[in-house]
T-cell receptor
């Protein structure tokens, strides 16, 4: 069964800290891995990763994929209170008619 | 470009009733997926439609159904509501994710929060 596991489940940091969120996966086939940020509403798209070793970056957020070890990390540097959210990882298994597989998310709380 | 829209945003129903939720995808997107999100279970896949055809269905009882119209708008229906159906129902749209040459970025709507009493 395809699965995505995120760790830690929750995390509390102080403003200015750097955090690393983890996402490991087991899927029959792999096309891409996606990261989303969810505050009190719908998930918003952050990154899509398809190739190993190529870092995607957007401001203070960056992410990289390791297809050999089957995991991805999401880094947030110089965290701000506005980064407080649930971060979701999803994998597109691309095996026939197969939907995205989501992890349960990491709840990040940034305190001033 | 307008995002994914969902109506209604909030809904309160009683057990045994039925409910219909609506989703309008981003213009040009033909793939629509539905998810149920609860605090304990996270995001759970309900179904996915493309060009009016159901491509995938998650592990939900037959009380959950959906459809897609020719303009790509989609509806989902839950009959005989149970307390456990209280959740945030999210709709997401994308371009054709089955196109081998295409990337797949799925954009979510704001969700419909359903409370069953």
């Amino acid at each position: 069964e395809d699965k995505v596991v995120q760790s830690p489940l929750s995390l509390v940091v102080h403003e200015g800290d750097t955090v690393t969120l983890n996402c490991s996966y087991e899927v029959t086939n792999f096309r891409s891995l996606l990261w989303y940020k969810q505050e009190k509403k719908a998930p918003t798209f952050l990154f899509m990763l398809t190739s190993s070793g190529i870092e995607k970056k957007s401001g203070r957020l960056s992410s990289i994929l390791d297809k050999k070890e089957l995991f991805s990390i999401l880094n947030i540097t110089a965290t701000q209170t506005g980064d407080s959210a649930v971060y979701l990882c999803a994998v597109d298994p691309f095996a026939g008619n197969t939907p995205l597989v989501f992890g349960k998310g990491t709840r990040l709380s940034v305190i001033a | 470009k307008a995002g994914v829209t969902q109506t209604p945003r909030y809904l309160i129903k009683t057990r045994g009733q039925q409910v219909t939720l609506s989703c309008s995808p981003i213009s040009g997107h033909r793939s629509v997926s539905w998810y149920q999100q609860t605090p304990g279970q996270g995001l759970q896949f309900l179904f996915e439609y493309f060009s009016e055809t159901q491509r995938n269905k998650g592990n939900f009882p037959g009380r959950f159904s959906g459809r897609q119209f020719s303009n790509s708008r989609s509806e989902m229906n839950v009959s005989t509501l149970e307390l456990g159906d209280s959740a945030l129902y999210l709709c997401a749209s994308s371009l054709d994710r089955y196109n081998l040459g295409g990337s797949y970025e799925q954009y979510f709507g704001p969700g419909t929060r359903l409370t069953v009493t």
